[in-house]
């Protein structure tokens, strides 16, 4: 995956490097500044492999998932000023290095990049298919912005799961379908590898729950991202509230009211939460695995290789 991983970012650089003397300055160096961060780039790479899976080349996806990379790395910067959180990638975020307004701005200029990419060479399906991307990705996230801790509705696993298929899942399985469809695949393939592309969302977005919560269980002071401190739902949080009594699921949604975390991960510890999550996390990885198991793909070791990865990353 490394050398998929180098081809993705020289694809950005060089689609950056367009740019390069354009002003102002310091707005193509805020839109820079995450891309040249370390990231995961799981949803450009599962673009490529399933372009590759299907039979196409690297170079048949390399300008979609790049603009799928900067599409990504747009909704974190405006993750990051809806939150207010310092750090993303190990740097500073965009809004505290550059200001608020900046950073808006660069994360806009983002995509309009990326539509630009896009639109040179998407056929009508491809662009529809993305399009739809992209706005599934934003329902979920307003939706999860939107959880109301006092509504007994929103703190339950069901509706959690909702949540992640339109954030992250429905996300993932389009690329992948986008991926197949760039490398000439049949409805079939297309089809099956959107499944697998949904099921590897599921599983990452539950694994990003266990690094959350074991991250603040190391520390509770510390100042990482963190969805329980934003009020946000996580599978810890509501398994943990389902398993428990009124009495504590009262304390822990009170104490998460009023900033105060140390009940919630008391609650998450004693009902074991979060190996629940992790035992689920590799229960749809599973299921990704086995969409592919009767299938002739090329690189399909790969495939299955980034499946594991999702639910064992420490990162």
């Known amino acids: 995956m490394t050398e998929l991983l180098s081809l993705v970012d020289e694809e950005i650089e060089r689609l950056l490097g367009v740019r390069t003397g354009r002003e102002p300055a310091v707005l ?8 040249k961060a370390s990231g995961k780039k799981v949803r450009s790479l599962l673009m490529l492999l399933a372009c590759i899976s299907v039979g196409g080349t690297a170079e048949d996806a390399l300008p979609f ?3 799928t990379e900067l599409i990504q790395t747009a909704s974190l910067i405006h993750d990051d000023i809806i939150d207010d ?3 993303r990638r190990g740097v500073t975020s965009t809004h505290l290095k550059y200001g608020t307004k900046i950073a808006v701005i660069a994360g806009d200029l983002l995509i309009a ?3 630009r990419i896009i639109g040179q060479r998407a056929v009508p399906e491809v662009l529809q298919r993305l399009s739809e991307c992209g ?3 934003c329902e979920g996230e307003a939706s999860d912005f939107l959880i109301d801790l006092s509504n007994p509705g929103h703190m ?3 509706y959690y799961m909702s949540v992640v298929r339109s954030k ?5 399985m389009g690329i992948s379908q986008v991926g197949a469809l760039l490398g000439g695949g049949t409805d079939r393939q297309v089809e099956v590898l959107g499944e697998f592309g949904k099921m590897i969302g599921i599983a990452f977005q539950l694994r990003d729950d266990v690094l959350d919560v074991r991250s603040l269980q190391r520390d509770a002071d510390t100042s990482a991202l963190s969805d329980l401190r934003h009020r946000r739902i996580s599978y810890p949080l509501v398994y943990g509230l389902e ?5 504590v699921r009262a304390r822990a949604i009170r104490g998460l009211s009023m900033s105060d975390i140390e009940p919630a991960l008391r609650m998450i510890d004693e009902t074991r939460a979060v190996e629940e999550t992790v035992r689920l996390a590799k229960h749809y990885a599973e299921e990704a695995r086995q969409q592919l198991r009767d299938e002739e793909l090329t690189r399909k070791d790969t495939l299955l290789a980034l499946a594991d990865f999702v639910v064992e990353r420490l990162y």
Do not use: N, P
Request: hydrophobic share 50%; proline share 0%; charged share 10%.
């Open 28 to 35: 193509y160096e805020a839109a820079h500044h995450l891309l």
């Open 243 to 247: 398993s428990s009594s009124d009495e």
């Open 168 to 172: 992250t899942a429905s996300f993932m």
């Open 135 to 137: 706005i599934v990705m």
């Open 156 to 158: 339950t696993t069901s």
């Open 65 to 67: 998932a790049a603009a």
């Open 85 to 87: 959180d310092s750090v």
């Open 113 to 115: 990049l990326a539509v």
